[in-house]
């Protein structure tokens, strides 16, 4: 049964007080109150884990949120200004399938001075379709898609996923759709700059489909041959390449505009001079 959002299943610390003076001392500080954190990661299923991209987010200061790769070994290492409580996301948007899901969060860690944070295993994950069509049942083209792990981490916004022709989802740079989802992980759309809309948080066992139907697309994509049936319009200084020009595009009524302008100014000061 679908409906406007059916789903359809397939298979550290001050060194004390210092002076402004003396910047070998606030240097010297500064260094001391850093920790190195290193982790150790393997997949549940063996898969290779090099390249997979890790970060770690301060809790209570969000702005501290260091990413890393792992290395052929299956070790991370971090160099944080600070200890503290942390959040923990893996992200894989490499466009290859090897069982390593786009994002997954673990529990939070503390981070403490010894710096080891153990080891990280990450789960299965299955390959995944993700349809969107409008609400008379054409495929959506060209719409944002972005995932959120459970802690509320997720890739950066506009920059890995779209939706092909037919509406399915799949990396920006691929001709294949699917991605490689896990349980739970929050599907959304947004657009660059924009704030999130969520669509829906799917729980994935198994390779899967789900078909998600939009009432309004437009908002959400350029693309004037979606089957949102959306189009582009251009404002009077918009550069936008999915509508027709506005009157400032041509460069004609630019040259023209700017000789009018000019014979304006010379017959004011003419005037004005009387």
Do not use: W
């Amino acid at each position: 049964m679908r409906n406007s959002m059916s789903i359809t299943r397939r298979r550290f610390c001050a060194a004390g007080a210092l002076t402004l003076s003396s910047p070998a001392i606030i240097g010297s500080a500064s260094a001391q109150s850093g920790v190195e954190v290193v982790a150790t990661v393997r997949s549940e299923v063996e898969t290779d884990v090099s390249g997979v991209e890790f970060q770690l987010q301060n809790i209570v200061n969000e702005d501290i949120h260091p990413r890393t790769l792992v290395d052929t070994s299956g070790e991370i290492t971090f160099n944080l200004p600070e200890t503290g409580s942390y959040r923990v996301t893996a992200f894989d948007t490499t466009e290859k399938y090897n069982k390593i899901p786009v994002v997954y969060s673990f529990e939070n860690v503390n981070i403490n001075e010894s710096g080891n944070i153990g080891e990280f295993v990450i789960p299965e994950a299955y390959e995944t379709d993700i349809r969107f069509i409008d609400e008379e049942g054409s495929p959506v083209e060209d719409l944002p898609v972005q995932f959120r792990a459970e802690n509320g981490t997720g890739p950066k916004p506009g920059e890995y996923f779209t939706t092909d022709s037919d509406g399915y989802t799949k990396y920006e740079r691929s001709n294949e759709r699917g991605v490689e989802l896990v349980s739970p992980t929050d599907v959304e759309i947004q657009s660059f700059g924009e704030r999130p809309q969520k669509i829906q948080t799917v729980f994935v066992t198994e390779p899967t489909e789900f078909e998600f139907k939009l009432s309004n697309p437009e908002q959400y994509t350029n693309s004037a041959s979606s089957g949102s049936g959306a189009s582009g319009q251009r404002g009077l200084f918009s550069n936008n390449p999915s509508g027709g020009g506005g009157a400032l595009s041509n460069p004609t009524n630019l040259t023209t505009l700017g000789f009018l302008l000019s014979v304006g100014g010379i017959a004011y000061q003419l005037v004005g001079g009387r």
